[in-house]
């Protein structure tokens, strides 16, 4: 089942992300974004006993002459060990995805696997045209309205990125 996060999660949100990640780096991130009022989609894959996975998007600028981009970044999306791949990590990109495209967003950045992503629709050519501190195969967009990125722009990440 995938279920919007809730507070009383947060503990075991951490658990999963340093147990995914080995480390505590991308759990610090994701209790900085929802310190900063940042987070905008945070869903976690449940049973009726534990969390076995959760995925975060954040709020991300995408500027250029004129107008700014409402967009997402996806990170981070963790699975406990002994659930990666049984399908967790896809759910929950799959339902982030769409809560993203529900809330109107441009596009979605993320800094992946270039190898599992375009799974998903993600692609670094959709991102060749912005501008940001990451570029090369791993930095990838999904456009959500067609042709939002072709203009380009200027990336901006949450405070919490340090980017």
């Known amino acids: 089942m995938i ?8 503990s075991a949100i ?8 080995g480390r505590d780096d991308e759990a610090n991130l994701v209790e900085q974004l929802r310190a900063d009022g940042d987070p905008l989609v945070e869903l976690v894959s449940a049973t009726d006993i534990a969390l076995q996975g959760h995925i975060l998007y954040s709020l991300l600028k995408i500027e250029r002459e004129g107008e700014i981009l409402s967009a997402a970044a996806l990170a981070p999306v963790s699975v406990l060990p002994a659930f990666q791949r049984t399908g967790h990590g896809k759910a929950l990109i799959e339902a982030g ?3 993203c495209a529900d ?3 441009s596009a979605i950045i993320v800094l992946g696997h270039p190898d599992y992503y375009p799974h998903f629709g993600f692609s670094a050519a959709a991102a060749e045209s912005l501008q940001a501190p990451f570029s090369g195969p791993a930095f990838m967009a ?10 380009g722009g200027r990336v901006r990440y949450a405070k919490a990125f340090g980017v």
């Open 3 to 10: 279920r919007p996060a809730t507070e009383r999660d947060h």
């Open 14 to 21: 951490r658990q999963i992300i340093r147990h995914a990640f």
């Open 97 to 99: 995805n769409g809560a």
């Open 103 to 105: 809330l109107g967003l």
């Open 142 to 151: 999904l456009e959500l309205r067609p042709d939002a990125l072709k203009a």
